[in-house]
């Protein structure tokens, strides 16, 4: 089929009239990514020279402070994630953070920005993640060489901590923020920049989203990374600000590009209402209007998921709970979806604040996601199911060791399976979903896609499952994990193995609702 297909082409280039303009190329669609999500600082130390620049931020394994991670370190293995099987790679933000130490006025808290989220210049790079020949600039143009897309955390809503102690460095710099060669101060407000009204996120620098010089100040600042080559947004702390700032903030990112992906964190695991509210902000889909959002429901991070006790021996209508209300997002398949972030505890969260996890609980969970309506993103390290409880424990170091580990992990080759499957299927990637069958241990779904449609039989059991159902239509089908042939005739009986999956890949049968 694969020589088929090429000869055609072959032939149509080949009768094409010379100087005939290209066919038009289809608008992008981020349903067709999948995501590796990285701290940076935790990924790999590419250049030692850059960790400990205040000479007090840089404490290795006390996991409040930085452990080395930078852009060359990311750079020097993009190779390990393309060879996941990933598309994207969403990197936490990567702008300035306070020039060493912080502790609070108690005395009883201390940390570093290693995390990004502090930000003390926006419109700067943290100088711990940049070297000679490894700048932002660098990392996106070695992801676009390799095929790979650059997703920037970005923080609009606060900067790093006010509450500040007279031992820390910068402490007659507490309270200011800047960007763009401007310096706005908390203390000092006379430009109004900073919501002093609350509610804040602890003791959080909160910009005013009431502001409209604040909103322009960000989008220039943004629209210049955009321009430096990012590829998506993901907008951290959404429900701290208005809805109407995120509409104007979204529409003015997309003036120049308009099909930029943009997708935001709004913390619930239960309110969809919330949740949906913000997939609705513009008209069109979150590649043209609106945003996306982080399928927090829909997550197994530790102890606060509501799938998690799914996939560790739990019944399968946990799923059937969350997906029945798919109807408050304008289109769930454009949700993003995980199984566990820098929040919580991880997956496999030994220690405190959470629960440890075996192999087979990574295939189930990961099956599901993989095959489930919305776009799935893998935190780092999932790949050797590194293990952490609460923060920061959930931020060890991964290193250029566990990187050479990971080959010989089977949750490693079981996501190199599963993001080659799921390339190889537009409905897996963006159809609508339709249950066809729940059990404790067994569950089966269709997606549907235009003219392309995809039936999944997921197994968590211990042994294997004849699944049952009516609803596939009779017909020749590929099993997309197995790659076999598979015909139905009067209803599907697949037998699916323990902790495994099959999708029968073929004509796209009933619409969803039928």
């Known amino acids: 089929m694969k020589i088929c297909l090429i000869t055609a082409l072959i032939s149509l280039l080949l009768a094409a009239k010379?100087?005939?303009?290209?066919?038009?190329?289809p608008a992008p669609d981020f349903r067709d990514e999948t995501i590796y999500l990285v701290m940076t600082d935790r990924f790999v130390d590419g250049d030692p020279a850059n960790n400990n620049i205040y000479g007090d931020e840089y404490v290795p394994g006390n996991l409040r402070y930085y452990q080395g991670g930078d852009f060359k370190g990311l750079i020097d293995n993009l190779d390990h994630i393309k060879n996941m099987g990933f598309s994207a790679v969403w990197i936490t933000p990567p702008v300035m953070q306070p020039p060493g130490r912080y502790v609070n006025s108690a005395g009883s808290y201390d940390a570093a920005g290693y995390?990004?989220?502090?930000?003390?210049?926006?419109?700067?790079?943290d100088p711990h993640l940049e070297s000679p020949g490894a700048s932002y600039k660098d990392l996106i143009d070695a992801a676009h060489t390799r095929g790979l897309k650059i997703i920037q955390d970005i923080v609009l809503n606060h900067g790093h901590g006010g509450d500040v102690s007279p031992t820390v460095k910068w402490y007659a710099r507490r309270g200011q923020l800047s960007g763009l060669g401007k310096t706005f101060d908390y203390y000092d407000d006379k430009e109004n920049w900073f919501n002093h009204k609350g509610p804040a996120l602890a003791d959080l620098l909160d910009l005013n989203d009431d502001n409209p010089e604040t909103l322009k100040w960000f989008t220039e600042i943004y629209r210049g990374y955009q321009a430096l080559g990012v590829d998506a947004f993901r907008l951290d702390t959404v429900g701290w600000m208005k809805p109407g700032f995120w509409r104007k903030f979204t529409a003015a990112m997309r003036k120049d590009k308009h099909d930029l992906f943009i997708f935001g964190e709004i913390w619930t695991n239960d309110d969809y209402k919330l949740l949906g509210s913000y997939t609705k902000l513009g008209r069109g889909g979150p590649m043209r209007a609106g945003m996306g959002v982080v399928d927090m429901p829909g997550s197994s991070m530790g102890g606060w998921g509501r799938l998690e006790k799914v996939f560790k021996g739990g019944d399968y209508a946990g799923v059937d709970e969350v997906l029945a209300h798919d109807g408050a997002y304008r289109?769930?398949?454009?949700?993003?979806?995980?199984?566990?972030?820098?929040?919580?505890?991880?997956?496999?969260?030994?220690?405190a604040g959470g629960s440890p996890a075996a192999?087979?609980?990574?295939?189930?969970?990961?099956?599901?996601?993989?095959?489930?309506?919305?776009i799935p993103c893998v935190y780092y390290g999932t790949e050797t199911m590194m293990p952490g409880g609460d923060d920061p424990d959930n931020r060890r170091m991964l290193g250029a060791d566990g990187i050479k580990k990971a080959a010989d992990s089977p949750v490693y080759a079981h996501l190199r399976k599963l993001n080659a499957m799921r390339r190889a299927s537009p409905a897996l990637q963006k159809g609508k979903q339709k249950r066809l069958y729940t059990a404790r241990d067994q569950y089966a779904f269709r997606r549907v896609y235009k003219e392309s449609g995809a039936f999944v039989f997921l197994n968590k059991a211990d042994s294997p499952a004849l699944i049952k159902t009516a609803g596939v239509p009779d017909g020749n089908y590929t099993e997309l994990y197995t790659g076999r042939a598979v015909t139905v005739k009067g209803g599907a009986a697949v037998e699916v193995p323990a902790h495994g999956l099959r999708v029968l890949a073929g004509g796209k049968g009933p619409a969803p609702g039928n």
């Open 359 to 374: 192999a087979e609980q990574y295939f189930d969970a990961l099956n599901y996601y993989f095959t489930a309506r919305g």
């Open 115 to 125: 995390h990004g989220y502090w930000a003390w210049d926006f419109s700067k790079i």
């Open 18 to 25: 010379p100087g005939a303009l290209p066919a038009a190329q």
């Open 331 to 351: 289109d769930p398949t454009w949700l993003v979806t995980y199984l566990d972030n820098h929040d919580k505890p991880r997956f496999n969260g030994e220690g």
